[in-house]
């Protein structure tokens, strides 16, 4: 899974051909440690049909704060440069394949 940043969130998330889903994370959430593998696990399955990206709030304040995220672990899906899907705390798999049934084509 490849970071993103303030700097580069426009052209590797807003300007993506197909859905991304941006896991906003810090180093002190525990929650977003227990969701890391699984979205890892996702990025590696469905990697064709969704780019799964982590963007660290500490170090990017920038694209969190314009997007409302005030409690992580959260994840927007983007798709042609909107959110279009936000899920929020940490699930197991199969709760985030369900939500990502529409953009990977999942059946739950």
Known sequence: MKNVTDADFATEVLKSDKPVLVDFWAE???????????????????????????????????????????????????QGGEVVKQIMGAKPKAALLRDLSEFIGAKS
């Open 28 to 78: 002190w959430c525990g929650p977003c440690r227990m969701v890391a593998p699984i979205l890892e696990e996702i990025a590696a399955e469905h990697g064709d049909s969704i780019e799964i990206v982590k963007l660290n709030i500490d170090e990017n304040p920038q694209v969190p704060a314009e997007y409302g995220v005030l409690r992580i672990p959260t994840m927007n899906v983007y």
